[in-house]
């Protein structure tokens, strides 16, 4: 079986500065104007480039393949027979994760010395190898990890889905105010929103609620069915109670939003506010582990 290729990257900070200013030589004296190092803006660029190239090489020139920016992710059509091969950032595999449907993620970290690598694991010289395994077990098929990720469903079935998190509430962050029911019990809240985070998305904004409120909850890992969500700043009043502001969800649990907001209610996923589904007074919302989990190549 001979799988599409598609390579997801994304603009480096040099490319983005670049077209912002109009040409090298003015984004390199904006940047200089403010006391930072444009030599590691350009350094930066260089290794993620030549990482770049190298993937590409890699794939040699009898594979179907296609590149795509981060920011054409959501409008293009994956299909079954696609290997996503993401080039850069972590933050990368969330981003094209929600748009997947099953196929496999290979994540590729160019520069070590500047990215964490805990998704894009694999040096750019190992991509032949790991997908020459994928399209042939017999010569040993890849280690791959199944990572939940959540979904919010809306009254009318659209879905949303998050590797790391889903954020609810307003889309200025501003008090939000709704109905909450986790299994049989329900109340009437306002806060500046909640948060509903994967095993992935627990060592990140989630991890911080937990720590900065001292909660004793053990989070989830990332192949667990299970989910993590935290109530930011609920507000008592006389009509909005603080009783329900965190909890664990099991695989066949649901947390239940009814939004009571005029206007600007939303739900975003993996801090992409773009991309997000309006959340108005009388919409309400189901968030769960979803059914299809991120196969990330190991």
């Known amino acids: 079986m001979s799988l599409r290729a598609v390579v997801v990257t994304r603009k480096t900070n040099l490319e983005v500065l670049v077209e912002r200013h109009g040409t090298l030589g003015q984004a390199r004296f904006y940047v200089e104007c403010r006391g930072q190092d444009f030599a590691e803006i350009e350094a930066s660029h260089a290794v993620l480039k030549r990482g770049l190239a190298e993937v590409l090489r890699s794939l040699g020139p009898d594979r179907r393949r296609t590149e795509v920016d981060r920011s054409e992710v959501d409008r293009f059509l994956f299909g079954p027979d696609d290997v996503v091969v993401v080039v850069g950032q972590d933050g990368l595999v969330a981003n094209v994760s929600k748009y997947l449907d099953g196929q496999p993620v290979l994540g590729v970290n160019p520069d070590p010395s ?111 069915a299970a989910l993590a969500w935290f109530v930011r700043e609920p507000f008592p009043s006389q009509r909005t109670g603080t009783g329900l502001d965190h909890g664990l969800l099991g695989e066949s649990e649901a947390l239940e939003i009814v939004s009571e907001m005029a206007e600007d209610g939303v739900v975003f996923a993996d801090g992409i506010e773009a991309d ?23």
């Not at 659209?158 to 709704?178: D, I, P, T």
């Not at 589904?277 to 299809?292: C, D, F, K, M, V």
Request: proline share 6%; with cysteine; charged share 20%.
């Open 114 to 224: 500047r990215i964490a690598g805990v998704l894009c694991r694999h040096a750019p010289a190992e991509v032949p190898l790991l997908l020459g395994r994928l399209e042939d077990p017999r010569k040993g098929a890849p280690a791959i990890e199944r990572r939940t990720m959540a979904v919010a469903v809306r009254d009318d079935g659209q879905r949303l889905l998050a590797l790391n998190e889903l954020y609810v509430g307003h889309k200025s962050h501003q008090s939000a105010l709704y109905r909450l029911t986790v299994g049989n019990h329900s109340e009437r809240q306002s806060s500046s929103g909640l948060i509903s985070a994967t095993g992935t998305g627990s060592t990140g904004w989630a991890l911080s609620i937990a720590r900065q409120r001292a909660l004793d909850l053990p989070l989830p890992g990332p192949e667990a």
């Open 276 to 298: 997000a589904l309006e959340l108005s007074a009388g919409r309400s919302l189901r968030i769960h582990a979803a059914e299809t989990p991120l196969s990330l190549l190991v």
